[in-house]
T-cell receptor, first 116, second 116 residues
């Protein structure tokens, strides 16, 4: 149980392209989804928290117009990197939680984004 | 402020050795949750364990065991008879009731290399 699917697993595209990453909870309802960014050999950096049906809460320093997050249902959240540039290249990981601090976050497999 | 410290950046052991990964945390919350995750080279984060602040029982799951000590604010993870498949980065995380979103505070991770 507690499976989170993230798609695509890898994206290579040209600078200026917008890229959409999907995160789905397959067997549970995720009241909260999180989006992280991870640089090589570093820890996960939280970008934003999204609750179903409401606007995402972004961490300090994360551009909300650059990283658009939509959490339209209890099983799907999307992250769109708009007009991506090489500095946006990174490993993006989503997680989903059924809610409450005692519920663990379950992570997707991550998306490796490479902007040429 | 909340903080998680994993002082061991990288550990190398020979197969079948026991290894302990340290995790020290700081929080002002009286109710909080601690987690361990494994990130193999493929990138996905695998949930290993959750511990509530009011439950100091140690836990054993196969070759894995966890030692939670509130007196020293530590939540250490021991792998007994390590195997090559245990090679991964291990993250300790703290979640509390602050801001109501139950965000994780991750440690910087410990890279474990198990040599055959």
């Amino acid at each position: 149980g507690a499976v989170v699917s993230q798609h695509p697993s890898r994206v290579i595209c040209k600078s200026g392209t917008s890229v959409k990453i999907e995160c789905r909870s397959l067997d549970f309802q995720a009241t909260t989804m999180f989006w992280y960014r991870q640089f090589p050999k570093q820890s996960l950096m939280l970008m934003a928290t999204s609750n179903e049906g409401s606007k995402a809460t972004y961490e300090q320093g994360v551009e909300k117009d650059k990283f658009l997050i939509n959490h339209a249902s209890l099983t799907l959240s999307t992250l769109t990197v708009t007009s991506a540039h090489p500095e946006d290249s990174s490993f993006y990981i989503c997680s989903a939680s059924a809610g409450g601090g005692n519920q663990p976050q379950h992570f997707g497999d991550g998306t490796r984004l490479s902007i040429l | 402020a909340q903080k998680v410290t994993q002082a061991q950046t990288e550990i190398s052991v020979v197969e079948k050795e026991d290894v302990t990964l340290d995790c020290v945390y700081e929080t002002r919350d009286t109710t909080y949750y601690l987690f361990w995750y494994k990130q193999p080279p493929s990138g996905e984060l695998v949930f290993l364990i959750r511990r509530n602040s009011f439950d100091e029982q140690n836990e054993i799951s196969g070759r894995y065991s966890w030692n939670f000590q509130k007196s020293t604010s530590s939540f250490n993870f021991t792998i007994t008879a390590s195997q090559v498949v245990d090679s991964a980065v291990y993250f300790c995380a703290l979640s509390g009731g602050y801001s109501g979103t139950y965000k994780y505070i991750f440690g910087t991770g410990t890279r474990l290399k198990v040599l055959a």
